[in-house]
């Protein structure tokens, strides 16, 4: 592995060699090669980018906001002007397609568009007279240096919905990006710098439990921010608050979209295509259970939906014309077809079947496809109803009524996202107001909040108490202070020994 280039770490505005002796191949998922290494750095050289980033605080925290929007307003035109080159350097770790990762990249940089206008958001509140000759206002204050441990389905994206809040709001931040696709989080940093970012504001520590354990515990970081599977995110959370951070920890997903019988049924079969399929089911927000309302609605999606998960165009991200891409390294397509197993196992009807799929097209022929995959009368009991699959496998379980569809959703554990998909507009109202879950999507299937709002799910999809980005995001990076003062005025007050108040 020594003659494949390894990247590593940024720390104070430069890229930084990994000394920990530790690294692992990073593939591309496309060809199966392994083209680079990527270091794994140890509890030390997190220690370094921490004291980087605790040097570089004060001077940042006191920098205006509007200076530090301006910075991230340059990174914001570098972002546009390079998008294409973060696009192909995420294809080439993940396997997505160009179109996905560049919508990838846009929907990050609309987190860095919010984030400039921070002083705005940063505006407190200020009451007069609260009390004779005494006014009263508070105002939000950075926390200190924050860390972000991110998953490999979005390298730029959820980096992204952390960062330029947090930098915004005047913290410095250290990324901990996923292990299987790092390079991202490499451009970005330089990006950064050469926006003008001060040295230490922002650092990069590549790695994995190792580095994630070293934030965790370390006294200078003050708050973690986290994407990943649901076991991480609990562990992220538990350890995090143990040790006095504060911590937002997002975890999995397996969403449900329902189709009433008065569902435009070619829009719905539309959407499910790109919810599940797209980024091959790799997204915490891709439907993977299709709540058919009725047999007949069932039936006739299936009548849709079949031919077309059959004639997918499944390929690299070099050929512009694919619509699906490979699943991110061999272990994780060995384990989506090993559900697909378990499925037919348990008595699930597959109506189309991508275990067999083989890439033919001259130097990909190694990557990690599974093609399409669909099944029929899914129970609530089966594995791949249960557990989060992350791969293009969509399951229908038919339910007979709209109360027996949100029982069904009611009683799994995740809570992510969800849609409805129907014409009646009381319906959809009933569905948005009570439905238990943190995103909700009317003839929308992947609801995915703009970045003036904010993204997190609820019960076993997020752990901590704010979502991330838009004002949630905010109120995450700051902590709010109050002062009450007065003047003196000449007037002497004799001590006062009950509380205070108004009378
Ligand atoms: P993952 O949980 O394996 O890894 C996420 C991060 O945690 C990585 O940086 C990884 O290095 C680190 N990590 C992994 N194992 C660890 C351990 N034992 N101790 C400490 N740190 C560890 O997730 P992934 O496979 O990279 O990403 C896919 C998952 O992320 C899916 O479950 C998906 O639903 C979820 N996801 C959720 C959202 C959301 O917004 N809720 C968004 C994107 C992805």
């Given at each position: 592995m020594t003659d494949t280039p390894e990247l590593a770490h940024f720390i104070n505005n430069a890229r930084v060699a990994g000394t920990s002796g530790r690294n692992q191949p990073v593939y591309n998922p496309a060809t199966g090669a392994a083209e680079k290494t990527v270091a794994l750095a140890s509890e030390a050289e997190v220690g370094n980018a921490v004291a980087a980033a605790k040097a570089a605080w004060p001077a940042w925290g006191n920098t205006p906001p509007l200076r530090r929007a301006r910075i991230l307003d340059k990174f914001k035109s570098i972002l546009w002007d390079r998008a294409d080159e973060l696009a192909e350097a995420i294809s080439a770790e993940h396997g997505k397609t160009h179109d996905d990762a560049l919508g990838e990249v846009t929907r990050g940089l609309e987190v860095v568009e919010f984030a400039t206008g921070i002083p705005q958001l940063l505006k407190g509140e200020y009451s007069e007279s609260v009390g004779t000759g005494v006014d009263s206002y508070n105002i939000r204050q950075p926390l200190g240096v924050v860390a972000g441990i991110t998953p490999f389905n979005f390298p730029a994206m959820v980096p992204m919905w952390m960062f330029p809040v947090a930098l915004a709001t005047g913290n410095c931040f250290i990324l901990k990006p996923?292990?299987?696709?790092?390079?991202a989080s490499l451009l970005m940093s330089e990006w950064l710098a050469e926006a003008g970012?001060?040295?230490?504001?922002f650092g990069v520590i590549q790695g994995d439990k190792t580095a994630v354990d070293a934030l965790l515990t370390?006294?200078?970081?003050k708050a973690v921010s986290f994407v990943g599977s649901t076991p991480i995110a609990q562990y992220i959370h538990k350890t995090g608050t143990e040790n006095g951070k504060r911590v937002q920890a997002l975890g999995g997903a397996k969403n449900h979209m329902i189709i009433m019988p008065d569902a435009d049924l070619d829009m719905a079969a539309n959407a499910l295509m790109g919810a599940a399929y797209g980024s091959a089911g790799e997204r915490?927000?891709?439907?993977s259970v299709a709540v058919p309302v009725t047999d007949a609605v069932a039936d006739a999606l299936i009548d849709k939906l079949k031919p077309r998960i059959e004639t997918l165009k499944i390929g690299?991200?070099?050929?512009?014309?694919?619509e699906m891409g490979p699943l991110v390294t061999a272990q994780h397509r060995d384990k989506v077809k090993s559900y697909i197993d378990a499925g037919v196992a348990e008595g699930a009807?597959?109506?189309?079947?991508?275990?067999?799929f083989t890439q033919k097209k001259q130097g990909y022929e190694d990557g990690y496809y599974v093609g399409g995959t669909l099944f029929d009368?899914?129970?609530?009991?089966?594995s791949i109803y249960r557990?989060?699959?992350?791969?293009?496998v969509l399951s229908m379980v038919r339910r007979n009524s709209y109360a027996e569809a949100v029982d069904l959703i009611h009683g799994?554990?995740?809570?992510n996202g969800t849609a409805i998909f129907t014409r009646d507009g009381d319906t959809a109202r009933a569905f948005a107001k009570d439905i238990e879950v943190g995103m909700v999507g009317v003839n929308v299937p992947?609801?995915?909040?703009?970045?003036?709002h904010s993204f997190g799910g609820w019960k076993d999809s997020l752990f901590g108490d704010h979502a991330m980005h838009g004002m949630e995001g905010v109120r995450f990076y700051t902590r709010i202070k109050t002062t009450t003062l007065r003047w003196p005025t000449g007037q002497r007050q004799d001590p006062q020994f009950t509380m205070p108040t108004l009378g």
């Open positions: 996923s292990e299987r696709d790092p390079s970012l001060p040295e230490g504001v370390h006294p200078d970081v915490c927000m891709a439907i690299p991200a070099a050929d512009r014309e694919s009807e597959l109506v189309v079947d991508g275990r067999g009368r899914v129970t609530p009991d089966m557990d989060e699959i992350f791969g293009p799994h554990n995740y809570a992947i609801p995915v909040p703009m970045a003036f």
